[in-house]
C-alpha cells in the first residue's frame, strides 16, 4: 500500500510539473529597412558621417541641404534634376569600413545603370537611409551621408 501511494503522489508530482508553463526562448530580431521601403521618397541630406580629404576640405563643405534625392525601382533621381533611368541596385557586400562608418549599416546596394556602376551606393539601417558617392575607381567613397525624408513639417522648418 506504501508503495502505491508513494507511486501515485510521485505520479501527481510529475503530472504537476509537466503541466507547467514551458518557457521558450525568444530570439531577438533586428529589424532593418528594405530597399522598397525607401522607394518614391523625396530625401534630403541629414548630416554628412564622412568625407575623403582628396576630394572635400571638411564634412561642412560635402553637405548641400538642396540636394534631394528620390529614389524609385527602376531609376534615381540626385542633384536635385539629374535623373539617371534603368538603374538597377546590385547588393554588396558590407566593408569594415562600412561598419565602422556607420555603425547602424544592415544592408549595401550598388547602384547601376545599363550595366555600368553609376557610383552611387545605398546603404540600410535599421530605420536609417544612408547613401554614398562613391571614388572613380569605385573602391572607396567621396563622401557617406545619412538622409532624412523630406515630409511637408521639414519643408515648413526648411523656410523658417
Not at 26 to 34: I, P, R
Not at 61 to 70: I, K, M, R
Not at 74 to 83: M, R, Y
Not at 131 to 158: C, P, R, W
Amino acid at each position: 500500500m506504501k508503495k502505491i501511494l508513494i507511486l501515485i503522489l510521485s505520479v501527481f508530482l510529475l503530472a504537476g510539473c509537466g503541466s507547467s508553463k514551458k518557457t521558450t526562448k525568444k530570439t531577438k530580431t533586428e529589424s532593418s529597412l528594405k530597399l522598397s521601403d525607401v522607394y518614391n521618397k523625396r530625401y534630403m541630406q541629414d548630416e554628412i558621417l564622412y568625407v575623403n580629404k582628396d576630394q572635400y576640405s571638411d564634412k561642412k563643405s560635402a553637405y548641400d541641404p538642396e540636394l534631394v534625392y528620390v529614389i524609385s525601382p527602376k531609376s534615381i533621381i540626385f542633384e536635385t534634376n539629374l535623373k539617371y533611368s534603368s538603374v538597377t541596385y546590385k547588393s554588396a557586400k558590407l566593408t569594415d569600413s562600412d561598419k565602422e562608418m556607420i555603425g547602424d549599416v544592415k544592408k549595401k546596394y550598388t547602384v547601376y545603370t545599363k550595366g555600368s556602376a553609376l557610383g552611387m551606393t545605398i546603404l540600410l539601417g535599421s530605420k536609417k537611409l544612408y547613401i554614398a558617392n562613391n571614388t572613380l575607381d569605385q573602391k572607396g567613397y567621396t563622401y557617406v551621408a545619412s538622409l532624412k525624408e523630406i515630409t511637408e513639417t521639414s519643408k515648413n522648418n526648411k523656410k523658417n
